[in-house]
Structures are given as structure tokens and as C-alpha cells.
């Protein structure tokens, strides 16, 4: 795999994940998938299906560079689809016209299509439609372009799902509002950071490839459960794997008494961990305005808060970075290394992806836990008013 192509994958992905995450609306997560996918690939086309199990269909929900007629061109049974498509597999076609598996061939021919490559769509185990991109060319797919958009379609389905839980459960609150005759402000759920989004251009393309793997991971996780702290250890875990660092903590801000509560960490010992209240305004200030900071030597730097603590526990070097939610930098992810250690901009670039997918999981999970506590709250003051209208009458 060229260089230019490792680096762009991760960057791809990164960027697809944080759009994705930040998104309610499954009609701009699909877009943006097929989009991006294609240029990645730089490929003629693409679409993505998703199957109806009503009408036995696959309908198209979002395409990329195919000409209306051709999207057009006639429905598409879930029993003419490709099988090995339907049990989950990625199928690559290299003569897709001279297949007899495709209804429209004549259309493929005129559409200029030659290779196909099929990718299923899977949400909580189900196959729930395909990521079908289109060649002009035969053509061959790598190891690692299969890996990539496999990533891509996976993250693409979890995020489907998850948005027909949150859209559902917010229809359900939206219904309660209406039978007690309760306005209530609409908030948008992905709104834009005041935070510049990190670069992230990894240089170095073999670690590029395991960053994306790292970063595909990670994110999978995010989309697969709601719980935030088993998020944040996997997390940890991978930062530790990937680095070869001593260890990794992530720390929340208390906004009431400005202190940074280890929220998860690995490899600090249970005293050190136990030395004292961390002050945001007394350690590392400038990670919290929203910039990575490297201490190289934390035993003596006046940043650092407990210097002597520090290098009793063996620790030199700490890099800080802000984990940013919605509008404000909530946190920070700090990896702690036993010598001095410097950081190349490839490894801040992948620290920075994973710092700010792990802030918008943590937001993600506040608003789903807000959400539901809504759905309840409200249920069951619809349920209390309800009984006392029946105890009157």
C-alpha cells in the first residue's frame, strides 16, 4: 500500500467517525459515508441499500456520482442480491456486466461500469443493507482497501442503529409533550465545537495504518455500547498499546470545584493516584484551552502539581490532551512515559483523533442518559396526572 494512500485512510476514517458520532440524522451519515468511501477508493461510484423487509426490496438510500437514470433503472429484489452479501461477507465482482446474478446489466454497460465490490452494512448482528461501490475498470481490491471500507460500513451501520434508537426514543418524549400540551425547546444534538478540529496527517505510513486500526476499534466501541467508563478503558488501553507509554489516565473536569477526577486510568499506582486533588488551574492549564502540552520533564516543571509525587512513581515525561464535548474542553487524556520523550506530529495527530472521539462518546452518552431520563420523568408525570383526573371522577 503506497504511502499517500496509508495516510489518507486514516484521515478518511477519522474524519467519517467524528461526522458520524456527531450526527443524528441517518440521511447525513449515509451520505457522507458513500462520499467518502468513493474518494478514498477513488472509484467511479457508490451507493448504499438498505433492505425492506416489508416490501422485500432494497431501497436506495444515498448515492454518489451515478447518473439518474441509472438510479432509476428498475426496483431491486432482496432475493436477487448477491448471498454471500446477505451472510455478511464482502463480495468483489471484476466483470460485473457478464454476471448473471445482476438484472440490469444492460444499465451497468451504459452506466460505464465494469468491477463492483459489495460490503455488507451489519447493525447488532443483522445484515441490514450493502456499501456497493462501482469501478469503470477491472480492477483489483487490496487487503487493506477491503479492511477500510469494511470499517467504514461497519461503523456506518452501528451509527444507523443508533440513530433509530435516539430518533425513536425522541419521538416517543415528543408524543408525551404533546398529551400534557408542554412546549418544549428543540436541541439540536450534533452541534458545532468553538474548538478547531486537531490536524490529523499522520507522516509515518506503517504507523498509520495501525492508528486506523486502533481508531477503528475504539470507535466501534462507542457505537456498540453506552457505557462511557468501558469506552474510556478500551481507550486507555489501546493509547498504552499503540505509544508503548508507562501508563494513561483520563481526567473530567468538576466545574463546581474546579478539580480533574480520574475518570479511568492504567499503569499509575494506587498511592499515586491517591496523593492529593488535582487543580485545573494549577496543573497543565494550557491543555484546557484546547492545545496538546508536552512537560518533558514533569519532576521539576512548575506546571506540574506534585513534582516530587511524580518522580517517585517514575514518571518523566506527560503529555496532555484536551478531550473537548459540544462547545468546551471537559477533560484531558494524559499519557505518562518512565524517560524523556518527545512526540512526533503523527502520534499528537492520532492522540488528538482519539482524545476527540472520546469526548463526543462522552457527550453522546449524556444525551442519550439525558434523553431517558427525560422519557421517564415525564412518563410518569403523564401516568401521576392521569390517575389523579380518574380519582376525581
Known sequence: MSMERSIQYFKVFFDASQA???????KDILNLLVRR????????????????EETGRMKLMSSYQLSRK??????????????????????????????????YREAMLEEGINSLLSVPVVAKDKVIGALRLYMAEPRDVSDSEMEFVSALAGIGGLAIANAMIYENESVQLSNLHKKMGVEMPRHPRGRKAKFKTPVVTPVNPAR?????????????????????REVVTLVIEKVIAVMRVKACGLRLIDRTTREMEMFACKGLSKWFLEKGPIHADKSVFEALEGAPVLVLDATTDPRIQYREEVAREGIVSVLSLPIVAGDRVI?????????TRQFTLDEVAFLSAIAMISGIAIMNARLYEKTKYDLSFWGATLNYFQGEIAREE
Open 208 to 228: 498509520s495504518l495501525e492508528y486506523f486500526r486502533a481508531l477503528h476499534e475504539v470507535t466501534r466501541a462507542i457505537l456498540s455500547t453506552l457505557d462511557t
Open 20 to 26: 458520524i458520532l456527531s450526527s443524528a440524522s441517518i
Open 37 to 52: 468511501t468513493v474518494d478514498a477508493l477513488g472509484v467511479k461510484a457508490g451507493a448504499l441499500l438498505l433492505f425492506d
Open 70 to 103: 441509472y438510479r432509476n433503472k428498475g426496483p431491486l429484489r432482496t432475493g436477487d442480491y448477491i448471498p454471500e452479501v446477505m451472510e455478511g461477507k464482502p463480495v468483489l465482482i471484476k466483470d460485473a456486466f457478464a454476471d448473471p446474478r445482476f438484472r
Open 331 to 339: 477533560g484531558v487524556l494524559r499519557l505518562y512515559t518512565g524517560e
